[in-house]
């Protein structure tokens, strides 16, 4: 059974806090993706790999960094937690390929809280 | 305006109707485009891809029109199960971006 884990479920950290949020996938996927999900917005992307070493940004990357050192595990990290940054993030995985990178496949994803 | 827009719903529905919802999107060059299922507290799970042609996978219909720039999603025999929230997302101008809608709500009532 495919698998992309995200290692907390809930956090809570205080402001002014290095965050990191980790995400390991076993399905060999190229791609791998942060989201944040928040009431009534939807899901709006972080950042994004597609390859090791690689990322790009996404849509709101301001207060956030990511690291890909290996094919599987793809890290977001809160360089300074503010209490905006509370918030559901979900990391997602896919192949690459015009069709196949389409369906995406989602982590259990972390609730943050900052205090 | 926002690029993908869904009506937030809730859609309350007795069991066994039959319920549709739809996505608008605003770019008319978005060519692929797909709907997802979240249940309360989990994550979403690719539901169905909906292409020029549309799509049916058992009580589940989508559809696209283009002319008017939305996807559809046609549920028959609603059950209880298919309580969710029901998100569109939308393939954009990057190969690797999806543009999500904030998802509608759907309540199955017995």
């Known amino acids: 059974d495919v698998k992309v884990t995200q290692s907390s479920r809930y956090l809570v950290k205080r402001t002014g806090e290095k965050v990191f949020l980790e995400c390991v996938q076993d399905?060999?996927?190229?791609?791998m993706f942060w989201y944040r999900q928040d009431p009534g917005l939807g899901l709006r992307l972080i950042y994004f790999?597609?390859?090791?070493?690689?990322?790009e940004k996404g849509d709101i990357p301001e207060g956030y960094s990511v690291s890909r050192e290996k094919k599987e595990r793809f890290s977001l990290i809160l360089e300074s937690a503010s209490t905006n940054q509370t918030s559901m993030y979900l990391c997602?995985?896919?192949?690459?390929?015009?069709?196949?990178?389409?369906?995406?496949?989602f982590g259990s994803g972390t609730q943050l809280s900052v205090l | 305006r926002k690029e993908v827009e869904q009506d937030p719903g809730p859609f309350n529905v007795p069991e066994g109707a039959t319920v549709a919802f739809n996505c608008t999107y605003s770019n008319s060059a978005s060519q692929s485009f797909f709907w997802y299922r979240q249940d309360c507290r989990k994550e979403p799970k690719l539901l169905m891809s909906v292409y020029s042609s549309g799509n049916e996978d058992g009580r589940f219909t989508a559809q696209l029109n283009r002319a008017s720039q939305y996807i559809s999603l046609l549920i028959r025999d609603s059950k209880l199960s298919d309580s969710a929230t029901y998100l569109c997302?939308?393939?954009?101008?990057?190969?690797?971006?999806?543009?999500w809608g904030a998802g509608t709500k759907l309540i199955i009532k017995p």
């Open positions: 997602a995985s896919s192949f690459r390929g015009a069709a196949a990178n389409e369906k995406l496949f």
């Open positions: 997302a939308v393939k954009g101008d990057s190969n690797y971006q999806l543009i």
């Open positions: 790999s597609y390859d090791v070493k690689m990322k």
């Open positions: 399905m060999d996927h190229e791609n």
